[in-house]
């Protein structure tokens, strides 16, 4: 199963939380340790200048007091010193004197040890040491340092909290067009890809980063919507061409089983029909073969010699259409190439099909080959790596305006609206030429002007080098 993926505007509110509390916290856990460690300074530079007051007082008193008289004046010294208690011992640990404020070992409060050397006095001859130790009581930071945290800990969870929603409503308000997009996009359908393309989703009130992006859906919108423009042409061009002989079928068999026939009779029927399902048989196995193409079907290259001849044979099988039509056939140039031999003698036979049938009677045909390796001899450079084969027919005949001439490889697309010669010709074979040539890594293209029309596909094939360009003419008038 796909694991789940959370909601966008939860996983941003999420990340934004996780994010203020990660800070917030680091940010109180540095004030909570920063005044831990003032504190803890604080109370050590506090010692230490009881340190040098008790130095200063037990030496000062040794050379002018009795023992008395020093233990007076350290009782003194720790008046309104409620937090700091003292230990004074002699040499031999007998006890000098001692104030305790707290017990000795209260782990509360914070020691300091040290020595004190009194040389020999006129009150005391005898030189001693003694040993000093003083206590800090803690409690007071430390009852500082718990309100600190408590404040610190609520700080952070309020403000955690407040950052939280105002992050969820920001993230929401913030979608808000990206929600208003997929509206706009649930609302559409088939019948809204024949509005204008720039108007299908509307990017009045989105952000500059969503533009781009509703602008290449409109273009694939607009793609889909001629897609879709071809499709029901070609489902309403396909009921068209087999209804036709389909009609023809069923009314000739109504005929035929109307009154008891012979059998020279059924067999003329039979043959009659027969052509009808032929035409039937070559629509749909046209049909199948775009199909294939469209797939992704790839041509079966072999090494051809003598493009020239190849054209030669489709001319020579054409012969009895182009004497009837009073035409003559050139081709001009040749190549090798690594090329599917069947199908580019379909590919030809299909354009010289169709300029045979609009070539003005008693002009010529011109079936022209050339390649990049020619254009390479002339001086312009080209890729080796890739050579390209362009094969094309170039008749005189009636002009095809501009409008037909993106469309002529379309399936069962006629410039002709009259559909003439439909019985013959069912508007596949242009479509069969671009779908070679697609075959092959290569296009199709149609050129009309007032002087000739030219339909042809150019293909990539590795080539070794050609023979020398060689015209040949096919008179067939």
Request: proline residues 4%; negative net charge; charged residues 20%.
């Amino acid at each position: 199963m796909t694991p789940s993926i959370p909601h966008l505007g939860k996983r941003l509110s999420r990340s934004l939380a996780l994010q203020t509390m990660l800070g917030l916290g680091l940010v109180c856990v540095a004030v909570y340790w920063g005044s831990l460690l003032a504190l803890t300074l604080r109370q050590q530079e506090s010692l230490e200048q009881k340190q040098a007051t008790v130095m200063h007082l037990l030496q000062q008193g040794r050379d002018s007091h009795s023992s008395s008289a020093m233990q007076h004046m350290l009782s003194d010294f720790l008046t309104g010193h409620e937090d700091m208690s003292i230990r004074v011992t002699q040499q031999d640990n007998q006890l000098f004197f001692e104030k305790l404020n707290r017990p000795l070992d209260d782990r509360h409060s914070t020691r300091r040890s040290f020595s004190v050397e009194l040389p020999a006095s006129a009150v005391d001859q005898t030189p001693q040491t003694l040993q000093v130790l003083l206590l800090l009581d803690r409690r007071p930071d430390d009852a500082l340092l718990r309100q600190l945290a408590w404040i610190l800990g609520l700080a952070a969870v309020s403000s955690s909290l407040l950052v939280s929603l105002t992050s969820a409503w920001l993230v929401r308000r913030g979608l808000a067009p990206l929600h208003s997009l997929v509206e706009q996009t649930r609302q559409l359908g088939a019948q809204d890809l024949s509005r204008d393309w720039q108007k299908r989703l509307d990017d009045t009130d989105q952000p500059q980063e969503l533009r781009p992006l509703i602008a290449q859906f409109n273009a694939l919108l607009e793609r889909l919507a001629v897609a879709y423009r071809q499709m029901e042409a070609f489902n309403a061009d396909v009921a068209h061409e087999l209804n036709t002989p389909l009609t023809t079928l069923i009314s000739s068999c109504e005929l035929a089983l109307r009154k008891p026939r012979d059998a020279e009779e059924l067999r003329d029927i039979l043959a009659s029909n027969l052509e009808d399902l032929q035409r039937m048989a070559g629509i749909v196995a046209d049909m199948l073969f775009l199909s294939h193409a469209d797939r992704g079907e790839s041509a079966h290259r072999i090494q051809v010699a003598s493009l020239a001849s190849l054209a030669a044979e489709v001319v020579d099988y054409h012969e009895a259409a182009l004497q009837e039509a009073g035409l003559q056939v050139r081709v001009q140039g040749d190549a090798q190439a690594q090329v599917d031999a069947r199908l580019l003698r379909r590919a030809l036979s299909n354009l010289l099909g169709n300029a045979t049938r609009y070539a003005t009677p008693g002009s010529c045909i011109e079936v022209q080959i050339q390649s990049t390796s020619q254009d390479a001899a002339q001086g312009i450079s080209q890729d080796t790596a890739q050579e390209t084969i362009t094969l094309s027919v170039q008749n005189h005949g009636p002009t095809i305006t501009a409008e037909h001439l993106p469309r002529l490889f379309d399936r069962f697309y006629r410039s002709d609206t009259a559909r003439s010669q439909a019985d013959r010709n069912h508007g596949l074979g242009l479509a069969i030429v671009s779908a070679i040539a697609r075959m092959h890594g290569g296009q199709a293209f149609a050129r009309s002007d007032m002087t000739a029309t030219t339909i042809g596909l150019s293909l990539l094939a590795d080539q070794n080098p050609p023979p020398p360009p060689v015209d040949t003419v096919s008179n067939t008038s």
